[in-house]
């Protein structure tokens, strides 16, 4: 779960600090009220992300590719759907974050969520499971060398999905560059953050704009309009209130 805080007068705050920064202070904070994105669903803005970025970016990225960055997370909708009946069964709840998930609890659902993209395509599958395999190596220590040996599988199953796909070897990385591009983008915008932001590789900087952002320079191919579904929590009460929201994000 990404946990969006609802927090009265934000500032958009300068100087830019690195995006990862911005989004593990979000995810920390406490607030009355939240807006909850799921994996599942943020994931899908990293797909709509992909789509709409320019070719020199990190190269080609056609209908399967941004598809397989949609599903990149879809292991994770089992225990967003579990959380999410905990804390409407009890309004005083904190949601926890995906950043508060164990070990044990990440390598379940990135093993899932690599599993439903191979089925997709292959591809898609080698592309994700190069992305957790990544992730795991800033994961810490685990208890009997739990990250080892799912680091292990994963590079089985990338040699054995590794004979079907055309792409050298350059290729694929900098599709992979790509997926984690748009996985940490998405991250930052469904978290809310109004930092202004860096990101190092490509090297660019994200601000606020009241309620829209600005990207320099932009690695998108045109202006374009994204979106994603969130929850509230704890649910407001009266006939007209809302349990849910879409988010437009301009950019």
């Not at 960055?69 to 709840?93: F, N, P, T, V, Y």
């Not at 320099?216 to 649910?235: G, K």
């Amino acid at each position: 779960m990404v946990i969006f805080p609802i927090l009265d007068g934000q500032k958009h705050s300068k100087p830019a600090v690195p995006i990862w920064e911005a989004i593990e202070e979000s995810q920390q904070q406490s607030a009355t009220d939240y807006w909850l994105v799921t994996q599942p669903a943020h994931a899908v803005l990293a797909g709509d992300l992909a789509a709409g970025l320019r070719e020199e970016s990190f190269g080609p990225i056609d209908a399967i590719i941004s598809r397989s960055i949609a599903l990149h997370d879809a292991g994770w909708s089992m225990d967003d759907a579990e959380q999410i009946e905990r804390l409407r069964s009890d309004s005083k709840l904190r949601p926890r974050s995906f950043l508060q998930a164990t070990v044990e609890q990440a390598i379940h659902a990135w093993t899932r969520s690599i599993d439903t993209v191979e089925k997709f395509a292959p591809i898609g599958g080698h592309l994700v499971s190069r992305h957790f395999e990544r992730i795991s190596h800033r994961s810490g220590k685990a208890p009997d060398n739990l990250l080892e040996k799912f680091r292990k599988r994963e590079k089985q199953r990338q040699q054995r999905l590794r004979i079907s796909i055309r792409q050298d070897e350059k290729a694929l990385e900098r599709l992979v560059d790509g997926l984690q591009f748009c996985d940490v983008l998405s991250l930052y915008l469904c978290s809310g953050s109004s930092r202004t932001v860096r990101i190092d590789d490509p090297k660019m900087e994200i601000s606020r704009m009241g309620e829209g952002y600005r990207i320099e320079p932009s690695p998108f191919a045109a202006p374009h309009q994204f979106t994603f579904p969130a929850l509230r929590h704890p649910v407001p009460s009266g006939k007209k209130a809302k349990s849910g929201a879409t988010f437009y994000v301009n950019l």
